[in-house]
């Protein structure tokens, strides 16, 4: 007790010199700092409260001393609270929704943004026919973003949102005195009750970007938006109830009727052209039911899946003309069969005075055969294919050349025909053909 003393004497130093310090407690501290026979840490601690006015005084039973006493007790340590707020945010949600709204003198609106878990993206854009508080806002968002959760079969969420007042509310922490407020609070726990677990933080506008921007397109005059977004009208607060109404359906057939038995039971009509038809207004009414806010993770999935097991929709498809893969030209069947010959030059004159060269290069392998030349003739021409090609790589099946006398001559298209090789000439002022 007395280190208690002289640590907060010393911690508050000019409160002890400038006031009357009245120290409550049950233990006889002024006869224990005045006995001569103390130790003599307790003497050092006796001088230094000399200089202080201090009384002590018997603790009597209060309340407030209960209360210190019960929380000095069982207050966890702060590094036991440390690691709680840690372990509870090292839980990571699946779901995650974004929520914020936006209001001006002419309108308001709201921004709401679910993530999945598959990494998808649903957004939804509310506008509202009824004037109303920013709070008010912020908590139609929070309704509207929690009703799609369940409905896209959420069991737990992360909401982010910008408002401190309604997050706080949400929390317990702010208490809400006006009654709509009140009421608003009480529906967002209701909806908040499905699921199984729900944590709500509070971030900066910079960082709730997407559903801010989606909210001030909301409240924006236009009346034009992108078809990915959907945007939904409440011609009424969430907390006024709506009055129920009895509808009566009869078992009348409409248009819809082949729709539905496609999308439900997988029935085509008989006629391959209305089948067809069907398939493609199909097709739009469920783009329309997206764009409207119906979405469920496997969605494209689900659609690919049942036209691919449905029967009737490969019968009257198109058939599929496109390769299975990207096609490739095929100029030569197997190794040296095909061979391109062109001569190059004049060069500068090497040993023996060569100042041309014969080139052959294959059309599959691109193997190239190349020999200098002294003079262009048709008997070095020759030469250089039953050398070069003939004798090293058996028969070719076809030489493409240029229109050369030293290759249109008759020895060079008799040697072709005793051999049968395939002479095909390329086209004049195009070199590229022949290799």
Known sequence: MVLAL???????RPYFQAHKIGVYTNCPLKLILQKPEVSGRLTKWAIELSEFDVEYL???AIKAQAVANFVAEFTKSSIEVARMMVEQNKKIFKWQLCIDGSSNT??????????????DSVECALRFDFKATNNQVEYEALIAGLKVCTFLGADEVEIFSDSQVVVNQVLDEYQARDESMITYLELAKELLKRFKEY??????????????ALAKLASATINIWPKSISMIRLLQPSIVKSKEVGAVFGERNSWITPIKEYLVNDVLPSDPLEAKRL???????AHKTLRQGFYWPTLFADAKRVAARCEACQKIA???????????SI???????????????PMPTATGGAKHAIVAVDYFTKWVE???LVHITEANTISFVKKNIMYRFGIPNTIITDNGTQFDGRKFRELCDKYGINNYYASPTHPQTNG
């Open 6 to 12: 002289i640590t907060a004497a010393r911690k508050l």
């Open 58 to 60: 018997p603790r009597t």
């Open 106 to 119: 002419h309108s308001s609106g709201a921004g709401v943004v679910v993530s999945t878990p598959e990494g």
């Open 199 to 212: 944590r709500i933080v509070h971030i900066p506008r910079e960082e709730n970007e997407q559903a801010d």
């Open 279 to 285: 398939k493609y207004r199909a097709t739009s009414l």
């Open 318 to 328: 198109n058939n599929i003309r496109q390769p299975p893969e990207l096609l490739q």
């Open 331 to 345: 100029t030569s069947p197997w190794p040296f069969a095909m061979w391109g010959i062109d001569l190059i030059g």
């Open 370 to 372: 190349a020999e200098p």
